[in-house]
């Protein structure tokens, strides 16, 4: 089952996360549209982009900052919010953004037949790979080399438990979050070259997880598709 949430006379149930990377500026207009479609609120982070060189086989991050919307919905929600970006915010065309959700729900045990609607789409699964500030670039060259086409860093603050102390946070160091999606034949390979790369194994050095992918809109691999109105 989803989650309910409730905010005055407004009910959603929440089965999804729906996720919009777009260009600065673009967000609050994005996240007004969702609001027209049902959503109840959403948030905004800042982020970056990142680009390879044409001449140096390296990645930096893009001049172009980019917007991360992240918005709560229920199945129906979502395939409207996915539509809106890709009508309303062309997400068939190069450097509109992308759009892609995951489940929020609570997965059937392996003895229970799985619901085929609830299968990832198209084989997409997100990446997260939390590093220290500064190697989220590095983190998307190594995804780079196993086969991912780019990435979005995300820039954050660790919050870690004294020892000495039973309710206070200490706030750490500087984190770069880097959001990747992967198709299913290749995740295996990006995950291993990031885990090698930045040595994930070594305790302190960061984390990756993997989350099962819905559905998408705007990537490179199913762009075609959309500019002929095949939707996934």
């Known amino acids: ?94 450097r509109k953004g992308i759009a892609f959700s995951i489940p929020f729900k609570n997965w059937d045990t392996v003895e229970k037949k799985p619901d085929p609607s609830q299968k990832p789409m198209d084989d997409y699964f997100a990446l997260l790979t939390i590093v220290e500030r500064g190697r989220g670039v590095e983190c998307v060259y190594a995804a780079r080399k196993a086969g991912a086409r780019g990435g979005t860093i995300v820039h954050g603050h660790r919050a870690g438990i004294p020892k000495d102390f039973f309710f206070s946070l200490n706030i750490e160091p500087q984190k770069d979050i880097v959001i990747i999606l992967s198709k299913k034949d290749t995740l295996q390979a990006i995950k291993e070259s990031i885990t090698e790369s930045l040595s994930l194994a070594n305790p302190g050095n960061g984390i990756l997880f993997i989350l099962p992918v819905l559905r998408t809109s705007g990537l490179f691999e199913n762009r075609v598709a959309e500019q002929r109105g095949v939707r996934s």
Request: charged letters at 20%.
């Open 1 to 94: 089952m989803g989650y309910e949430y409730s905010s005055g006379a407004r009910e959603l149930t929440i089965d999804t996360l729906f996720f919009a990377v777009v260009n600065k500026g673009k967000a609050n207009i994005l996240l007004q549209k969702a609001q027209e479609l049902g959503a109840i609120g959403g948030t905004i982070l800042l982020a970056e982009g990142t680009t390879r060189s044409r001449f140096f086989n390296t990645v930096r991050p893009s001049q172009a900052h980019k917007e991360i919307v992240i918005i709560s919905a229920g199945y129906e929600l979502c395939v409207g919010l996915h539509e809106m970006v890709f009508q309303t915010f062309k997400f068939y065309k190069r």
